[in-house]
């Protein structure tokens, strides 16, 4: 039933990233669901546990987007490895702000992997990739947060129970 409703997760924030979310851009950077959903379930579970769910959704990303074939998995899949590995070795506890923190270096890893797979990601200054990336760091830790604790809410209070 757990992996039917990651499943069923995944692919409603799948068809919301690719129709609805640019709507919610804000200063032309839109928040990344898929990014966010990987991280938060990488900083939950394990990596081992949930490759396939990375591996699965940087493919079906790579389908939808313009980029040259397999650039976003290896991103994503890269990201997420780096904040596993964060998670085991720097971090020991789930908590707001590590939550945040980790997140912020997902979306940072993410995305300097992407700049140096294609240099023509983003055709513009480097101040002004700089400033998207602070406010892309930005606004997915906050979306991030009301995801986590939406999770939090839903899983956990009825382990409790």
């Known amino acids: 039933m757990k992996i039917f409703l990651i499943i069923l997760t995944f692919l409603l924030a799948l068809i919301l990233q690719t129709t609805t979310v640019s709507f ?7 928040p990344n669901l898929i990014l966010i959903l990987i991280l938060l379930l990488v900083i939950l579970k394990d990596f081992k546990k949930v490759w396939w769910v990375v591996v699965l959704m940087g493919f079906f990303m790579d389908l939808f987007s ?3 074939f397999g650039v976003i998995s ?3 899949i890269l990201s997420s490895y780096l904040i596993d590995w964060l998670n085991k070795t720097i971090f020991s506890t789930i908590k ?6 980790l997140v912020g270096i997902g979306v940072l890893s993410y995305n300097l ?3 140096l797979m294609i240099f023509s990601y ?3 200054p480097l101040a002004s990739l700089t400033i998207r ?3 892309e760091i930005i606004y997915n830790s906050f979306i991030a947060v009301l995801i986590f604790y939406a999770i939090k809410k839903i899983f956990y209070q009825k382990a409790n129970a």
């Open 24 to 30: 919610l851009s804000f200063l032309d950077v839109s």
């Open 66 to 68: 313009g980029a040259p």
């Open 74 to 76: 290896l991103s994503l």
């Open 96 to 101: 707001f702000w590590m939550v945040i923190g």
């Open 113 to 115: 992997i992407l700049i």
């Open 122 to 124: 983003f055709r513009g």
């Open 133 to 135: 990336i602070i406010i």
